[in-house]
Nanobody
Framework: QVQLVESGGGSVQTGGSLRLSCTVS??????????MGWFRQAPGSEREGVSCISWSGANTYYADSVKGRFTIARDNDKNTLYLEMNSLKPEDTAMYYCAAAPSNGVGCGLTTLEYDYWGQGTKVTVSS
């Protein structure tokens, strides 16, 4: 049974920082055969791609709204994905989800349709 478990969410003030983690288990293939992504969904909004990372970690992509503030990373030995979030803004408030997609090479994408496995989410609230 594939499990993606997010942690690290919480409530912070504007300008604060949080580090999200996503631990993966139960996959038929090895963790490093998957591209990984972080998505978020605010109340009343569609789920949107925040960042993704290729299987090796060599390639990363970010939504324009988080470039320069968020950093994605992965530890393939620990089957864990991370999202370091700095300079948080109220508009970053959302449920954050990690997701896994079978790797198609060296890249990754920020569309939900590319991802087969999803976690349950961790809530991030940024107050002004």
């Amino acid at each position: 049974q594939v499990q993606l478990v997010e942690s690290g969410g919480g409530s912070v003030q504007t300008g604060g920082s949080l580090r999200l983690s996503c631990t993966v288990s139960g996959m038929a293939a090895d963790f490093d055969e998957y591209a990984m992504g972080w998505f978020r969904q605010a109340p009343g909004s569609e789920r949107e791609g925040v960042s993704c990372i290729s299987w090796s970690g060599a390639n990363t992509y970010y939504a324009d709204s988080v470039k320069g503030r968020f950093t994605i990373a992965r530890d393939n030995d620990k089957n864990t994905l991370y999202l370091e979030m700095n300079s948080l803004k109220p508009e970053d408030t959302a449920m954050y989800y990690c997701a896994a997609a079978p790797s198609n090479g060296v890249g990754c994408g920020l569309t939900t349709l590319e991802y087969d496995y999803w976690g349950q989410g961790t809530k991030v609230t940024v107050s002004s």
